[in-house]
Structures are given as structure tokens and as C-alpha cells.
Nanobody, 115 residues
């Protein structure tokens, strides 16, 4: 059984930072591409960042480029998203995703940025 468990969200002031984590089980972690998505109230789910299975390449939505950094720790089966200089428009439920299982989602973690 494949499982995704996100954590690390919270309430932060604009300009602040958070680190999100996603623990993945049930797949060969070092062999899968991974991504972060987010969904704000009343909006569809949108891509945030992705990382190749070997960790050597990453991709970002233009809205977060230069502020967010995606990384993975194969020894811990954990995906991270370091978020800096947060803005109120970053407020959303954040989800991790496995590239080869695009319809599988965890419960997400809520990020709220106050102005």
C-alpha cells in the first residue's frame, strides 16, 4: 500500500519561512519523481515544484521560483519543501505527489500566511 503523509504546515506571517515534509511509503522512494501541489480555497489544485527521482533536477512554478526549494532524503523516504519569503497568496493546502501515481494524494498540510 502506497501512503503519503504531509506535515510541517502552520500559520506564519508574511516574509516568514516554513519547511514541509512528506513521508512516502510503499514505493521505491529513490526511483520515483516527486512533486508538491497546492490548493487554495475556491481554486483548483496547482503545481508548485517537482524533483527528479535522482534528485539532480527540479522544476518550479514561476510564482514560487527563487523562494521555494524542493529536496528529498532517500535514506528517510522523505520529500521536503523549504518555503521562504512567504506571501499571503501562498496560503493553501499543500500536497505531495508521486509522478507515477498522479491520482494518489495524502491528506495535505495547511499553510496560512498572514499579512
Amino acid at each position: 500500500q502506497v501512503d503519503l503523509v504531509e506535515s510541517g504546515g502552520g500559520l506564519v506571517q508574511a516574509g516568514g519561512s516554513l519547511r514541509l515534509s512528506c513521508t512516502v511509503s510503499g514505493v521505491p522512494f529513490s526511483s520515483v519523481g516527486l512533486a508538491w501541489f497546492r490548493q487554495a480555497p475556491g481554486k483548483g489544485r496547482e503545481f508548485v515544484a517537482a524533483i527528479a527521482h535522482y534528485g539532480g533536477e527540479s522544476w518550479y512554478h514561476d510564482l514560487v521560483k527563487g523562494r521555494f526549494a524542493i529536496s528529498k532524503d532517500n535514506a528517510k523516504n522523505t520529500l521536503y519543501l523549504d518555503m521562504n519569503n512567504l506571501k499571503p497568496e501562498d496560503t493553501a493546502q499543500y500536497y505531495c505527489n508521486i509522478a507515477s501515481k498522479p491520482n494518489l494524494w495524502g491528506q495535505g498540510t495547511q499553510v496560512t500566511v498572514s499579512s
